[in-house]
């Protein structure tokens, strides 16, 4: 499978995600942030999206070390999230 035409990822790193099929792509979390000037998170799916829009996803989540987070940005580049 591949990205639909208006996805892509920044800060790509095709050792740690899969595309599953045209609705599931799995991220395996790596060390990265986005947080006090830190911009190193790894494998970040981006749209381009213009009006509404609507978004439904689904999280799992297991997290082993500390400070490991996950979830859903609004995001424009490195600085606007």
Known sequence: YQFRDNWEIV?????????NDKNTITLTATQGDFSSGIRNAKNIVVSDVKGDYTVTTKLSFH???RFQTAGLIIYADQNNY
């Open 11 to 19: 800060n790509e790193d095709d050792n740690y995600y899969e595309i």
């Open 63 to 65: 997290p082993d070390t």
